[in-house]
C-alpha cells in the first residue's frame, strides 16, 4: 500500500493517551448552535481525564450549554508528525473537594491571569495517527 493510499499508521487509544499526557498545549472545539468555536488552551492529561483551567467568558458559557466537545494535539519530529484527538463531554468542577484535589495538581495557567474554575473532560474516543515526514512524489 502506497503513502498515497495510506498517509499513516494509527495508534492504538493507550498510545494515543500517552501523547496526551506528555503534551500540555492544545485546542479544545466546542459547538454551540451549529456554530464551531476552537479555543488554544493548556491542560493536563490525569487519571484518564484531561482538567484545564479557565474564567467566565465564551468557552466557559459554550460548554455549559453544550457539553461534548473534541480536543486536538499535534507534534512534529524531525521524520514524522503526529496528531491525537479525543472526543468527550466536558463538566465544571463544582464541589468544594475535587476543586481542592485539582489545586494541587501541577496545572497553572500560561497567562498571568486568575483562573479558578476547572473543567474536566471525560473521554468517550481517542484516536491518534502518524504520519512520516517526506518530500512530495514524482506525479506521473
Sequence with gaps: MSLEENPGANMSASEAWKFLEHTHFGRLALSVGNAPDIFPI????????LLLRTNPGT???????NSTV?????????????????K???RVLESQTEIDAANLLPLTPWLPTLKYT???????SV???????????ERY
Excluded: C, M, Q
Excluded at 468557552?59 to 450549554?65: C, G, H, Q, S, Y
Excluded at 473534541?70 to 479525543?86: K, Q
Excluded at 476547572?118 to 468517550?124: A, R
Design 59 to 65: 468557552k466557559l458559557a459554550e460548554l455549559t450549554v
Design 127 to 137: 484516536r491518534g495517527i502518524r504520519f512520516p515526514l517526506g518530500t512530495e512524489p
Design 88 to 90: 468527550g463531554t466536558a
Design 70 to 86: 473534541a480536543f486536538e494535539i499535534d507534534g512534529l519530529a524531525e521524520t514524522e508528525a503526529w496528531s491525537v484527538v479525543l
Design 42 to 49: 493548556n491542560y493536563l492529561a490525569h487519571a484518564g481525564k
Design 118 to 124: 476547572f473543567v474536566e473532560i471525560t473521554p468517550t
